[in-house]
């Protein structure tokens, strides 16, 4: 039995069709290994949030159906499927205006007008259509500009060379690609490559290099959360050599997850037919800067040589060094323009930054330089079969590991916040800088014994551009069956046996699409800093940006800036759609119903002083924790009293500003007791604050805390960065003085303060590690601790989570904390101590060693 | 008189003889293929392509335009031919 063969004429438009019939057991082959990796697909959440799964089950089927269909309708079957993947991806109202602006832009192109007419014409619409996405245009204009942005002026360059008749079908799926609709960073394919590759070899053979692309696009996917979970450090933790190694090296590992995805990619669209050339071919073992430019996202490099270089060099009369030269840094210069434009039709913005201009400024500088070393003295490749000596071995080792080292060291400078605060990062002013070093040395000196070894026992290098056997059909079918049947067992494992030991806990972690521990905490305290704004790229929070449906709170007409520490707060009597849910303040600013000043008669008064959790980031009035809680109360009260919760929680605040809180807007309410929730971010968010704060020239006014940023050394000339690392070392010493604060302002006035620790979602267990260090200091301040860690013990994060990027608590969430803050709240001892059975009075409590004699008059 | 059009194995002879002296020291010529994926394999990088253009240019006296100097049109010896094949 066989596949259809391509009748000979079918096609004009792929002249080196070469497809030939394949049998069936190559086909069942290839579908059963497809299949093994939709499930580790499946198993291992990859890429879930961007619905890779499901587009992976249409390939599944899809390719089932295309492998046999005659070839004139291939094309077609091809676009259907890839229309049917923008389906699942986008909600269903974004498709229309995909598919109307899409095929307009492409009619544009084939309008019977000259040449530059069609050009200028379709230079005005995508212009009209930049301003629209500079203006807020939404997640549509992403997909939008991924399909056509760099792809219609690629396909208008080559209109006018074309020698082939070229089917409508395969004009339309080159836009409309099938992977586009999941991978927008993704953009560039050639148009002449996309349309000669079509079965450009035999059939079977490119089926099954797609689905072993498909494998190794997993594997790197899994190897980049390996390091994004478990070895990423933030800046604010660089306080020595090793810690310095490895903030470098993980972040420039973490281009894992990009050659991930081109790898995926490129493995979908050869399962079509689409022999397009491999990309990411073993970038991390390149040798030379040129070198790696060869080997890395080859599909830029062919863009910009087919766009830039060629035109520069092979138009010019001479061909001699200065201009190649001259267009190796063009063509830099233009990635660095045109990286600013992908990034407008992802985020809405063209970021035009030192950190851009240097990275490609320098990098093209040392591709030049390496290209004009090449030209004198052309790369000599081994001869097939002779293995390596020694000293070549050990110079390509050491090469390979030097341009690691820099590329890592240039991949930090691009994705830092600032060059201040790059130059900051190698301060290393902690009590032991060259701790690590020791490690640092040892891994180097592992580096090389293994790249040395792996060259001498495998008998070959690894440069590029050698030349290689046909590929085996069974030999590849057998290895890469073989990996996939591993992940599925690695995938199937965590499922089978909870997750206890360590090994388990990583293998299980694997499965997770989230935000690392490191990114989370950054995240949360990142609010106040204003890292939102998503020029971050060393992290996944660069993706939180992208991804983010509702636009930051405080760009909405409902968040106000009040110009002092304090730095914001909500706008009373407003109304704000925002995501899935509704956002109201009452006539006093609070994000709750409405309450009288004076408290009524035969009322318990709660006054809520938390961030962005419990001011229900994401969720709907009646779904924030605070609302059910009360509601609850309510319906069945503990004691003869009516309970009001007054919620004066505010995003991005932490804990000296929520102290402040208590004085702006909650004592004049008469309140009972003050909840003060506790998160292990507070210790993180507090020194951002004071950080940011000092950073932008926001006065201080706390003498106690001026006071102790003299002793950090840290005024407003000091890099962000560099100032938490100081103040970092305070973090326990300033939670406990912002503490003291709220609990001898509520001893002043008969309140009682209780604490309450309201874990991360993704804290779900956290057995046998003891009192966190948060309630051990709420506790010596004299609060009253209420602690809910394991309050989502019978729930997994992506349960209770807002989405994958967002770690706030779903509604699922928020109603477990308000459950379990009433059952603690019915627990006799606890009502009592509040004062919440019988009338009783709080309870007396020690004196406070307080540190309210220090506080600044000047706020008050 | 003109010279005699060159036949397509000619040109092929002459290609895979550039290859193998400029970007293949060393290797053995039955392993230099007509499919063998030159610019996409990393054996054909774009200085050498450069060269090549210009090679092909002089002794053909044909015109090699930019947008062809390229993976979609010299991704193999056999596109090579074609290319210039094409242009005599």
């Not at chain 1, 492409?106 to 500079?134: E, F, K, S």
């Not at chain 1, 900051?424 to 490690?439: E, F, I, T, V």
């Not at chain 1, 409405?594 to 938390?610: E, F, N, Q």
């Not at chain 1, 994401?618 to 007054?646: C, K, M, Y």
Request: net charge positive; aromatic share 10%; with cysteine.
């Amino acid at each position: 039995m066989t596949a259809a063969a391509a009748p000979p004429g079918v096609l004009a438009g792929t002249p080196r069709l070469t497809g030939t019939p394949h049998d069936l057991r190559r086909f069942l082959a290839t579908l059963l290994q497809l299949a093994a990796a939709v499930g580790v697909a499946w198993l291992f959440r990859i890429e879930s949030d961007r619905r890779l799964v499901p587009v992976l089950a249409l390939v599944l089927g899809g390719f089932a159906v295309h492998a046999w269909l005659p070839w004139r309708w291939r094309p077609w079957w091809f676009l259907a499927l890839s229309l049917g993947a923008i389906q699942i991806v986008l909600h269903p109202e974004s498709i229309l205006p995909i598919a109307l602006i899409g095929g307009a832009l492409i009619a544009l192109c084939h309008l019977p007008v000259p040449y530059r007419a069609r050009v200028l014409l379709v230079t005005v619409a995508v212009g009209a259509l930049a301003v629209l996405r500079l203006r807020g245009g939404g997640p549509a204009f992403g997909l939008l500009g991924s399909m056509f942005m760099f792809r219609l002026f690629l396909y208008l360059y080559d209109l006018p060379h074309e020698r082939e008749q070229v089917p409508l079908a395969q004009r339309l799926s080159y836009f409309f690609l099938l992977p586009s609709a999941v991978f927008p960073l993704f953009p560039v394919v050639d148009p002449t490559t996309y349309r000669r590759s079509w079965y450009s070899a035999d059939a079977s053979i490119i089926h099954q290099e797609g689905v072993t692309w498909l494998f190794h696009g997993m594997v790197h996917i899994l190897c980049y959360r390996l390091v994004y979970y478990h070895w990423t450090l933030g800046p604010s933790s660089v306080h020595d050599v090793g810690a310095l190694a490895q903030f470098v090296v993980s972040g420039y590992l973490l281009y894992l997850q990009i050659s991930g995805m081109f790898h995926i990619i490129v493995g979908i669209l050869c399962l079509f037919g689409h022999h397009v050339p491999r990309s990411h071919n073993r970038y991390y073992l390149a040798s030379t800067f040129s070198d790696l430019w060869r080997r890395i996202n080859i599909y830029w490099k062919d863009f910009m040589l087919k766009a830039v270089f060629y035109p520069i060099v092979l138009r010019s009369r001479s061909r001699g060094t200065g201009t190649i030269v001259a267009a190796t840094l063009a063509v830099f210069l233009t990635s660095w323009m045109l990286h600013s434009y992908q990034w407008l039709w992802f985020r809405g913005t063209f970021p035009v930054t030192w950190q851009d201009g240097l990275f490609w400024c320098i990098l093209g500088l040392l591709v030049a330089l390496n290209s004009v070393r090449e030209q004198r003295r052309p790369r000599r490749r081994a001869m097939a079969g002779q293995r390596p000596g020694m000293r070549g071995a050990l110079s390509l080792t050491l090469r390979t590991i030097g341009l690691f080292l820099a590329m890592s060291v240039l991949w930090s400078l691009w994705t830092s916040a600032g060059i201040g605060e790059w130059a900051a990062l190698w301060r290393l002013d902690g009590p032991h800088p060259w701790r690590g070093s020791g490690a640092v040395a040892v891994a180097l000196v592992v580096a090389v014994l293994v790249g040395v070894a792996a060259q001498r026992v495998s008998g070959r290098d690894w440069t590029l551009g050698r030349l290689s056997r046909p590929v085996s059909f069974a030999r590849s079918a057998a290895t890469t069956g073989a990996g996939l049947a591993a992940l599925l067992i690695l995938g199937l494992v965590p499922r089978i046996w909870t997750p206890s030991s360590r090994p388990m806990m990583v293998l299980a972690a694997l499965q997770e699409t989230r935000l690392s521990e490191v990114d989370r905490k950054r995240q949360a305290a990142g609010y106040y800093e204003g890292l939102l704004t998503f020029e971050l790229t060393n992290t996944a929070l660069w993706d939180v940006g992208a991804k983010r449906r509702m636009p930051g709170i405080a760009t909405t007409p409902i968040w106000r800036f009040t110009g002092d520490f304090f730095d914001s707060e909500l706008v009373p009597s407003m109304s704000l759609a925002w995501g899935d849910g509704v956002l109201h303040t009452n006539r006093w600013g609070m994000r709750d119903r409405d309450y009288s000043l004076a408290k009524p008669p035969a009322t318990y008064r709660i006054a809520l002083v938390g961030g962005s959790e419990e001011m229900g980031i994401g969720v709907n009035d009646d779904e924030v924790a605070e609302a059910v809680l009360e509601e609850n109360l309510n319906r069945s009260p503990v004691g003869e009293q009516h309970f009001e919760i007054l919620n004066f929680s505010l995003f991005g605040h932490f804990a000296i500003q929520r102290w402040m809180a208590l004085d702006r807007f909650a004592w004049r309410f008469q309140p009972d007791a003050v909840f003060f929730p506790g998160h292990d971010v507070d210790g993180e968010g507090t020194v951002g604050v004071l950080a940011t704060s000092l950073r932008y020239g926001k006065a201080v006014p706390f003498p106690w805390v001026r006071d102790l940023l003299a002793r950090a050394h840290l005024d407003s000339t000091i890099p962000l960065q560099l100032g938490k690392r100081r103040l970092a070392a305070y973090s326990d010493t300033l939670l406990l003085w912002a503490y003291r604060q709220v609990v001898s302002d509520c001893r002043a006035r008969g309140v009682v303060p209780v604490w309450i620790f309201i874990p991360s979602v993704y804290e779900t267990r956290r057995p046998g590690l003891g009192e966190r260090d948060e309630a051990r200091l709420a506790r010596e301040a004299g609060f009253v601790v209420i602690d809910l860690t394991g309050v989502y013990a019978e729930h997994s994060a992506a349960e209770l989570r807002l989405t994958p990027w967002d770690p706030h608590p779903n509604p699922l969430a928020q109603r477990l904390i308000a459950d379990a803050i009433e059952r603690r709240l019915r627990e006799p001892a606890l009502a009592r101590g509040l004062g919440l059975l019988d009338g009783a009075a709080p309870e007396p409590r020690a004196p406070i060693r307080s540190a309210r004699n220090t506080r600044s008059t000047e706020y008050r | 008189m003109t010279a005699p059009t060159p036949t397509a194995d000619h040109v092929r002879a002459h290609v895979r003889a550039f290859i193998l002296h400029s970007c293949l020291l060393g290797a053995a010529p039955e392993e230099l293929l007509d499919d063998t994926p030159l610019v996409s394999g990393g054996i054909v990088d774009s200085l050498a392509t450069v060269q090549l253009v210009a090679e092909l240019e002089e002794r053909y006296g044909i015109a090699i335009e930019p947008h062809e100097a390229g993976v979609a049109f010299m991704d193999t010896v056999r596109d090579i031919v074609a290319l210039v094949m094409g242009k005599l």
